[in-house]
């Protein structure tokens, strides 16, 4: 397995969790990383992502504010700290390495997903 995503789970509307993913170092330390969601019957949607060296991060704009994301390239690591949360955050949520070093939405390596399910 080259990402295994964590850290999902059930939190009522206005709470937090935070979303980590692990990546065999070989594929992920020269690329951008990312956090995507999906609900049943809609496509695949782009929410986070930080560049290789973790100096640049491009958010959804329905998550602007209230999600940060980050990496540890030492551990291999990405994480997306998810704050205020929404019934509409409710999604399985993934986590990506991009082709590029920069962020470019165009991810070339899927993790297992993670369900976030928000209450109202």
């Known amino acids: 397995v080259q990402l295994q995503a964590s850290g999902g789970g059930l939190v009522q509307a206005g709470g937090s969790l935070r979303l980590s993913c692990a990546a065999a170092?070989?594929?992920?330390?020269?690329?951008?990383m990312g956090w995507y969601r999906q609900t049943p019957g809609k496509d695949r949607e782009f929410v986070a992502c930080v560049s290789w060296n973790g100096g640049s991060t491009s958010y959804a704009d329905a998550v602007k504010g209230r999600f940060t994301i980050s990496r540890d390239r030492s551990q291999s690591t990405v994480s997306l700290q998810m704050n205020s949360l929404k019934p509409e955050d409710t999604a399985v949520y993934y986590c990506a390495v991009d082709r590029r070093a920069m962020c470019s939405n165009s991810p070339q390596t899927w993790g297992q997903g993670t369900q976030v399910t928000v209450s109202s």
């Open positions: 170092k070989r594929t992920s330390s020269n690329n951008a």
